[in-house]
């Protein structure tokens, strides 16, 4: 089975910098599609990024446009969030996703109900 584990959540002081992990198994990996999202309390879950299977392509949500960035390691089955400049506002549970779909071409925003994986979530606070 898929399975994902996100790390690398804390508290950090608005100004500062994370970098999430999200490690996942299987051979589905490297040819699948890759998402961040993250929800914060009594709100929707929203995207935040997204990197295709080869790593060539991103999209980003235009609140962390400019701050964070999405990267990914095929050969050790990680993605990664590097967070940059962090706000309160970015204050939430954040989740890796894998997309069901394998060698999906274009550069099209993938939807939440495209994604088939999901791992726990890691938490993100971010003091003023």
């Known amino acids: 089975q898929v399975q994902l584990v996100e790390s690398g959540g804390g508290l950090v002081q608005a100004g500062g910098s994370l970098r999430l992990s999200c490690a996942a198994s299987?051979?589905?990996?490297?040819?699948?599609?890759m998402g961040w999202f993250r929800q914060a309390p009594g709100k929707e879950r929203e995207f935040v990024a997204q990197?295709?299977?080869?790593?060539?392509?991103?999209r980003y949500a235009d609140s962390v446009k400019g701050r964070f960035t999405i990267s990914r390691d095929n050969a050790k089955n990680t993605v990664y969030l590097q967070m940059n400049s962090l706000k309160p506002e970015d204050t939430a549970t954040f989740y890796c996703?894998?997309?069901?779909?394998?060698?999906?071409?274009?550069?099209?925003?993938?939807?939440?109900?495209?994604?088939?994986?999901w791992g726990q979530g890691t938490q993100v606070t971010v003091s003023s």
């Open positions: 996703a894998q997309d069901l779909v394998q060698y999906r071409s274009g550069t099209k925003l993938i939807r939440e109900s495209e994604y088939g994986y």
């Open positions: 990197i295709n299977w080869s790593g060539t392509s991103t």
């Open positions: 299987g051979r589905a990996f490297s040819t699948s599609a």
